[in-house]
């Protein structure tokens, strides 16, 4: 999928076993092919991007944010003006609203 993404439009920053962050300019994540491979992108693709429950297979919508820092493997920040969610393998929920309220530096 990624040799579909125009790169002035779309970079993949981080993937996960189970997600993948993508920096994008438009929203609608197909708005970020390439012109001249949208034609077999939608044939390949095409019922692959989706909202509503997360099943195996298709790629949800989970949240938009204008800057994340990636701390260490499966461990970053994601933030907006209204929130700033957390992820941080092994390490508990509360350790990681510290984190984020206290502006703890990771380095």
């Known amino acids: 999928m990624l040799e579909f993404l ?3 439009k779309a970079q993949l920053l981080y ?7 993508f920096l994008v300019k438009h929203k609608r994540f ?10 077999k992108f939608s044939a390949l693709y095409d019922n ?4 509503g429950d997360k ?3 298709i790629w949800v919508e989970e949240g938009f944010f204008n800057s994340g820092e990636y ?10 003006e209204n929130h700033t ?3 941080m393998k092994g390490l508990n929920s509360m350790f990681q609203k510290k984190f984020v309220d206290e502006n703890i530096d990771p380095y």
């Open 55 to 57: 099943i195996s297979g």
């Open 15 to 21: 993937m996960g076993t189970d997600s993948a962050h």
């Open 30 to 39: 197909e708005a970020n092919v390439d012109e001249n491979l949208k034609v």
């Open 71 to 80: 701390i260490g493997e499966k461990s970053f920040t994601l933030s907006n």
């Open 85 to 87: 969610p957390t992820h």
């Open 6 to 8: 125009n790169p002035t």
């Open 48 to 51: 692959h991007f989706e909202t």
